[in-house]
């Protein structure tokens, strides 16, 4: 048996399951402390890549062009994401805290919409994507993009960061806390609005960083971030809101079963996501690693 | 604003006994009707769109204004209904390429209970965000279904040449047609609204353990409901089939499921004419933005936007709040509570 065509739709599944996991651990955080379910999450995400782009492009230019020149352009694209959803949060999101589930949802979707059409005015219609020039490797039978392994090293490290951040630090215990209970925390006098902010714009800063990581490997196109919304959706049901670990494996089932139902029932690739979810929904709506407590 | 509540006095009543959706109900079918009057066939066409859509929207709100759960996956029963008739027809057309009437009517009628029925069953058990995501994950499963099956559903070439029998080729008749049948829609969905079960919905939507005390079967409601507004969204998409021509995978999508939201908003959930008059402003908006521009979703995501952050009720929640206040300001009599008790608001 050919084991190439596997390989190599494991390791494409994989760096997509990277992805998923910088949105969806952003997502679900927001959505585990400030109880917010961010519809415009993937379109900041791919606001993020035009905006990547647009800076890698620009140094290029000036200093010469270097794949390295990707490392400042990711950085500086997450520190102005960072800004602006700290923006997003004080100016629109903050109006809604009071308001009913459905409100909540039309707004970010708004968003979604906004975000979109003006990402179409700035960049136009055309595909961004950054070209590295980086040969694939023979590995077990396949050419193997060597980027990948960088996608799927950030995923990790992130992971592991995110998980000292949130058990380790001081804030990510206060994070931590926020989730069960947020008027305990307020009434230890910790300020909950500083704390809404500052999980927001965490939020948002690790959907740029998805954004810069991915765009050297597939181009950034105007509708991708409806098709990955729903799919960070089904990665937080499918591992349970406000729980790392489970959006991590989830992740993970979501882009390696996405990159193989490709390989046999090219168009149903999502058909067999929404599968599992509904199946998740119904058997544990609270996720698979998600607590009771919080459905 | 004082001056509507003496000025036209039968208005007064129909106000006093129905809410605002009685008198803008009615206002609403006069100009229905006199549409096809208009200069050119353009906005018979348009106000065709208006009425289907604005049934799809009501149907929605079946399920957002009065049971309080917002279905992202709502425009599933639409598309099925769609595809249903779209495939009798092709099944029942006779060789010269027309149906007879009878076969017509049937094709219209046979449609997406069955489906709202499935997809309901999983959908009751669980309420808020996760009803929505379930709702989202079960319309966008079917919309790849439609999308993939090629050889049943002929996948993202859609279905063609859906034409209605010969009577109702014509655009005027054709309008007639689909404004009889959604009134007639309409009065059978507002009958329901004002029964026992839809104050039990509203009881559902206020406080679901408080009705489930009382001994209120909370799942068979949501279900019944459930089906009751996938079947009337089935109608408003098989009345989509003929009147476009085609059917395609897109009326099943979540932006299909997106306008009846945003119509909804904009009209005003707490009213139940209140998603036809969205369906009246967004359908009519987008004739009229789309003359000038593409960047249309960057227009409705700024007018959602600004409803949601400054008047939440809609167009009519506004209206109803400053007819409301000024004739409690002019007269502060017991009359007035009762009119705004039977009101019967779904959404406040």
């Keep these: 048996m050919d084991i190439g065509p596997y390989v190599l739709q494991l390791f494409s599944g994989l760096s997509r399951a990277m992805v998923l996991f910088l949105l969806s651990a952003g997502l679900s955080l927001i959505f585990g402390v400030m109880n917010i379910l961010n519809f415009a999450h993937a379109t900041l995400w791919l606001l993020s890549g035009y905006v990547t782009f647009s800076i890698f492009t620009f140094l290029s230019e000036r200093l010469g062009a270097s794949p390295w020149m990707l490392l400042p352009a990711i950085a500086g694209t997450v520190a102005l994401m960072m800004l602006a959803g700290l923006a997003l949060e004080r100016f629109l999101i903050r109006r809604t805290y009071e308001r009913e589930l459905p409100e909540q949802l039309l707004l970010t979707f708004a968003l979604v919409l906004i975000l979109g059409d003006l990402i179409k005015l700035v960049w136009g219609l055309e595909n961004r994507r950054i070209n590295l020039g980086v040969q694939p490797i023979e590995m077990l039978d396949s050419l193997v993009n060597p980027y990948q392994f960088v996608i799927v090293g950030t995923g990790v490290a992130v992971a592991a960061g995110l998980w000292y951040f949130l058990h380790r630090t001081r804030f990510g215990k206060i994070v931590r806390a926020a989730v069960y209970s947020r008027s305990m925390v307020s009434a230890l006098g910790i300020p909950i609005p500083a704390i809404y902010a500052m999980v927001f714009a965490m939020g948002v800063g690790l959907a740029a960083l998805a954004g810069g990581v991915f765009l050297p490997l597939l181009p950034m196109a105007l509708g991708e971030d409806l098709d990955i919304i729903v799919q960070c959706f089904a990665v937080v049901v499918i591992g349970g809101f406000g729980s790392m670990l489970g959006t991590f494996v989830a992740s993970i089932v979501v882009g390696v079963v996405y990159s193989f139902s490709i390989l046999f029932w090219p168009d149903g690739a999502l058909a067999m996501i929404f599968l599992i979810v509904i199946a998740v929904l119904i058997w544990r709506p609270w996720g698979l690693f998600g607590t009771e407590l919080r459905y | ?348």
């Design chain 2, 1 to 348: 604003m004082s001056g509507e509540g003496n000025g036209a006095g039968w208005l007064s009543r129909v106000y006093a006994r129905y809410g605002i959706s009685g008198p803008v109900a009615l206002l609403l079918l006069v100009l229905l009707l006199g549409v096809p009057l208009l200069p050119g066939e353009y906005w018979t066409h348009v106000g065709t769109e208006v009425l289907i859509l604005g049934l799809f929207a009501m149907s929605f709100n079946l399920l957002y204004g009065y049971m309080g759960q917002i279905s992202f996956g709502h425009a599933a029963f639409f598309g099925v209904g769609a595809y249903a008739t779209a495939m009798l027809f092709t099944a029942l057309k006779t060789p010269a390429g027309q149906i007879g009437i009878p076969q017509f009517f049937l094709s219209l009628l046979i449609g997406p209970p069955v489906a709202a029925l499935i997809v309901g069953f999983f959908c009751v058990r669980l309420t808020g965000i996760y009803f929505a995501m379930l709702s989202l994950a079960f319309g966008e499963l079917l919309f790849y279904i439609v999308f993939s099956w090629y050889s049943f559903t002929k996948g993202d070439d859609g279905i063609q040449g859906l034409l209605p029998p010969p009577l109702f080729q014509d655009a005027v008749n054709f309008y007639y047609l689909t404004l009889v049948i959604v009134v007639a829609a309409a009065v059978v969905m507002w009958r329901i609204t004002e029964s026992p079960f839809g104050y039990t919905l509203r009881t559902l939507r206020d406080n679901q353990r408080r009705a489930a005390f009382l001994g209120t079967n909370v799942m068979v409601h949501m279900l019944a409901n459930f089906v009751i507004a996938g079947a009337f969204a089935g109608l408003a998409g098989a009345l989509w089939g003929p009147f476009s021509r085609s059917v395609n995978p897109v009326l099943l999508g979540w932006g299909e499921s997106g306008i009846a939201v945003f119509m909804t908003l904009i009209g005003g959930a707490g009213a139940f004419i209140g998603p036809m008059i969205g369906s009246v402003i967004y359908t009519m908006l987008q004739a009229m933005v789309k003359m000038y521009t593409v960047y249309w979703p960057l227009t409705i995501g700024t007018i959602i936007l600004l409803i949601v952050l400054f008047a939440p009720g809609g167009i009519l929640g506004v209206i109803d709040k400053r007819i409301r206040a000024g004739r409690s300001g002019q007269s502060a009599n017991g009359g007035d509570a009762e009119a705004a008790a039977r009101g019967a608001e779904p959404r406040p």
